[in-house]
C-alpha cells in the first residue's frame, strides 16, 4: 500500500522555525521526485518547494526563496521541509506529493501520483 505521511506541523510564533517531514511507505522515495504544496484558508492549492531524484535539484517558490530548504534522506524514506523566520502568510495545510517521473517536477499537480494527508502550519502575526 503506497502512502505519503506528512507531519511536523504546528503553531510557532512569526520569526520562527519548523521542519516537516513526508515519509514514504510502499514505495522507495528515492525513485519518486517529491513536492511540497499548501493550501491557505479560502485559497487554491499553490506549490511551495520541491526535489528531484534524478539530479537532487530543488526549486522554491519565489513566496519561500531565502528561507524554505527541501532536502531528502533516502535511508529514512523521507523528505523534509526546513522552514524559518515564518510569516503568518506562510500558514496553511502542508501536503506532500510524489511524482515517479523523477526529474523536477514543478508544481503542476496533475504530475504527481500520490499526496499525503496534509499538516497544519499556522504562524499568527
Known amino acids: 500500500d503506497v502512502q505519503l505521511q506528512a507531519s511536523g506541523g504546528g503553531l510557532v510564533q512569526a520569526g520562527g522555525s519548523l521542519r516537516l517531514s513526508c515519509k514514504a511507505s510502499?514505495?522507495?522515495?528515492?525513485?519518486?521526485?517529491i513536492g511540497w504544496f499548501r493550501q491557505a484558508p479560502g485559497k487554491e492549492r499553490k506549490g511551495v518547494s520541491c526535489?528531484?531524484?534524478?539530479?537532487?535539484?530543488?526549486y522554491h517558490d519565489a513566496s519561500v526563496r531565502g528561507r524554505f530548504t527541501i532536502s531528502r534522506d533516502n535511508a529514512k524514506n523521507t523528505v523534509y521541509l526546513q522552514m524559518i523566520k515564518l510569516k503568518p502568510e506562510d500558514t496553511a495545510v502542508y501536503y506532500c506529493a510524489a511524482d515517479r517521473d523523477g526529474t523536477l517536477p514543478g508544481f503542476i499537480s496533475d504530475r504527481y501520483e500520490y499526496w499525503g494527508q496534509g499538516t497544519l502550519v499556522t504562524a499568527p502575526a
Open positions: 526535489i528531484s531524484t534524478v539530479d537532487g535539484a530543488t
Open positions: 510502499g514505495f522507495a522515495s528515492d525513485a519518486y521526485s
